[in-house]
């Protein structure tokens, strides 16, 4: 693209594209930039001057080549090939050289004289900044992030309750988190309960708080969550273990807004957005009777499925990184890992998902005399026993096999109770749960094994 090729692009053009309030970019064939506006410039951290005659894979990706060939899915080259319109995620480099997840709608736009660029529009689907959560970050660039990314943003700006599905260890509450802070809500509070961890007797207490009185001991007045988030969101995590008594009343607040406090008698009234989470078969426990189907169809206004981190392997070496740059910066000591360690971590299945992740390279780091983690660290960590090759085509991964995600989940608790010579304590730490959850489980699947703690 010659500059005076550029200099033919008509005020006209400038104009429209500095019309919208996403960043826009005018792309010709050969990639070179020939228009971007002010909301583009300012992403990438470049103005306008800097911005044409540059390819765009080298602002966006900070990459020498184009992203069709590192693989990824190019709607510069699909719009060309096929004159249409092609709307794709990618993870772009910000003005600060941090990842950030896209939607690209790339557009067929044919100058006067015959010439097709591409038009690209730009939005943000988290910055950086948006993904933190306690220790916790949404990271990656894996076709299955970036679509349920999509799929959280889309959904956050609803008031209808959401259902996350996903194994143990996903990021269920970060997910929950994210959809709140890009929902309505975000300047009203965000609080969570992990409905496995409550005992039966106090759930009532803890969701509707209590009056002065109310059972022996009792000094003076709480507030429950429904009453504290109200304005906001309640995440209530791994829902299916609510105790059935318990569900009619959830139920009752859920579909009026009205509770009462334990020993109240004034109704007491709350708007609050119901974000529930699940690695459990919701529908088969209606079909049990342990769960209350009116209860499901309440709290399942939309239900969105949580990869596992075997499904987007890719992620792994950023997620390893941001972990270990965390503990160099509690610890004033720099870890990084070598390319051996790269090699087994993304060939290693991690049925305990990014949870597990975290934990196996806090005990790595620890292990590590000079911050170089590498395969002898990891062997060293009591999950390693499972650890598989690099999967390849005649090594499928030993968690995908068939079957729903409650016989997968009985079959792997199975597998580390054999393991581990039933030590039910190392198979709970391994799962990221307590043991009253594992041994709700171990009575759900029927699972028997010699009990030591």
Do not use: W
């Not at 096999?401 to 054999?418: C, D, F, K, N, T």
Request: proline share 5%.
């Amino acid at each position: 693209m010659t500059g005076h090729a550029v200099k033919k692009l008509t005020a006209d053009i400038q104009t429209l594209i500095d019309l919208h309030d996403d960043p826009f970019v005018l792309i010709a064939g050969d990639y070179r930039i020939v228009a971007a506006n002010r909301a583009y410039c300012d992403a990438y951290g470049v103005n306008r001057e800097q911005v044409i005659g540059l390819p765009c894979h080298r602002v966006s990706h900070h990459s020498a080549v184009p992203c069709h060939q590192q693989g990824e899915d190019c709607p510069h080259q699909q719009v060309l090939n096929t004159r249409r319109p092609h709307q794709v995620l990618h993870t772009h480099l910000d003005a600060l050289n941090r990842p950030e997840q896209v939607r690209i709608k790339g557009m067929p736009v044919k100058a006067s004289n015959g010439v097709l660029y591409v038009g690209e529009r730009i939005s943000s689907l988290a910055r950086a900044s948006d993904l933190d959560c306690e220790d916790m970050r949404m990271v990656g660039r894996s076709p299955a992030l970036l679509d349920c990314m999509d799929k959280l943003s889309r959904v956050a700006e609803a008031e209808a309750p959401i259902l996350l599905y996903g194994e143990s260890g996903v990021g269920k509450e970060l997910a929950a988190h994210y959809i709140h802070q890009h929902s309505l809500r975000r300047n009203a509070p965000f609080l969570a309960i992990n409905c496995a961890a409550i005992p039966d007797a106090l759930f009532e207490d803890e969701l509707f708080g209590h009056e002065k009185g109310a059972f022996t001991g009792c000094l003076g007045r709480k507030a429950g969550l429904f009453e504290l988030a109200n304005g906001g969101t309640l995440f209530l995590d791994e829902v299916g273990e609510i105790p059935l008594p318990m569900q009619a009343k959830l139920l009752r607040v859920l579909e009026t807004g009205e509770f009462r406090r334990v020993g109240g008698g004034n109704p007491m009234r709350t708007d609050v957005r119901i974000i529930s989470a699940t690695n459990r078969d919701l529908l088969h426990m209606t079909e049990q009777g342990v769960f209350r189907q009116d209860l499901y169809y309440r709290i399942a206004g939309i239900d969105i499925t949580l990869p596992p981190l075997r499904e987007r392997r890719a992620d792994i070496p950023a997620l390893a990184a941001l972990f270990l740059t965390r503990l160099s910066a509690g610890s004033g000591k720099i870890y990084h890992l070598a390319n051996d360690a790269i090699t087994q971590l993304t060939g290693y299945d991690f049925p305990g998902n990014v949870r597990e992740l975290r934990n196996m390279l806090h005990k790595a780091a620890a292990l590590s005399g000079n911050g170089i983690i590498t395969t002898r660290h990891l062997t060293l960590d009591a999950a390693s026993a499972r650890r598989t090759a690099p999967i390849t085509a005649s090594t499928p991964p030993s968690f995908s096999a068939g079957g729903s995600m409650r016989e997968q989940e009985a079959r792997y608790i199975a597998e580390l109770l054999a393991r581990h010579q039933g030590h039910r304590r190392k198979v709970a730490d391994m799962l990221g749960i307590s043991e009253r959850t594992l041994y709700r489980k171990l009575n759900r699947y029927q699972l028997r094994h010699p009990a030591k703690g």
